[in-house]
């Protein structure tokens, strides 16, 4: 399985990304935010967290505007797999390629720790691994963590079995409690808290690690 992992000006998740992917045995390729074209037969795009441009105009506006992000977007068209972690699903959002938006944390802080989350759907290549209702725990590090959804579309995600993660204990504010929302095709994944945090015993916890066995296993030919 191939998974290219972006890089933007000012992420900083990029490497860890790529550590988690690689122990789960894909085949990594870092992919610098000018180039345009992915390289040949990437099967996932990784969109790492940080603070690309700076956090400039709204988390992951301008990323959203890089020369390979029109290459990431056809390839969701296309039916490839994209995952979008904290700034990553900040992007997501700002593509369009998720429905909603991230906006400042209720609390108006930046969090970093550790939050609890129930799997809200196992039916997708990212969650595939866990149990429905499995409480895991993963970091969460941001300020704009809070997902605007209106009822309606609320409605829609529950309806469609699309919201991945939900909040125990809400953090941010976000609608419903949601912590990771999939695609209408449930190929894309945007979600807050940093599996690749929590993936291997060094982290201190290794619930995330699940999320990368689970979409490289799906993705590899037997
Ligand atoms: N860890 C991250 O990806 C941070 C995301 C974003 N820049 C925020 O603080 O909201």
Redesign the pocket.
């Known amino acids: 399985m191939k998974a290219a992992v972006l890089v933007f000006p ?4 990029d490497r860890d990304l790529a550590v988690a992917f690689r122990n789960a045995g894909a085949d990594v390729t870092m992919v610098w935010h000018k180039d345009s074209r992915l390289p040949a037969g990437t099967d996932v795009v990784a969109i ?5 441009f700076g ?1 400039y105009l709204r ?2 506006a301008i990323a959203a505007r890089s020369p390979i992000t029109g290459s990431v977007v056809d390839h969701a068209r296309r039916g490839g797999y994209v995952l979008g ?6 992007v997501l959002t700002e593509t369009g390629l998720l429905p909603g938006a ?1 906006m ?2 209720a609390g108006l802080k ?1 969090l970093c720790k550790s939050v609890e989350m129930v799997v809200g759907t196992t039916a997708s290549a990212f969650t595939a691994g866990y149990g429905k209702g499995q409480r895991v725990s993963i970091p ?6 809070n997902y605007v959804a209106d009822d309606r579309l609320l409605a829609r995600l529950r309806d469609e079995d699309r919201v991945a993660f939900r909040y125990v204990d809400n953090p941010n504010g976000s609608a419903g409690d949601i912590a990771g929302v999939l695609s209408e095709n449930r190929r894309v994944l945007g979600m ?1 808290p ?1 599996p690749e945090r929590a993936a291997e015993p060094a982290h201190g916890g290794t619930d995330g690690a699940a999320l990368f066995r689970a979409l490289t296993g799906a993705l590899t030919p037997a």
């Open positions: 000012g992420s900083n998740c790492p967290g940080g603070f690309s956090d988390c992951g972690i904290c700034n990553g699903f900040q991230l400042r944390n930046f969460i590090a941001h300020h704009d963590g807050m940093h």
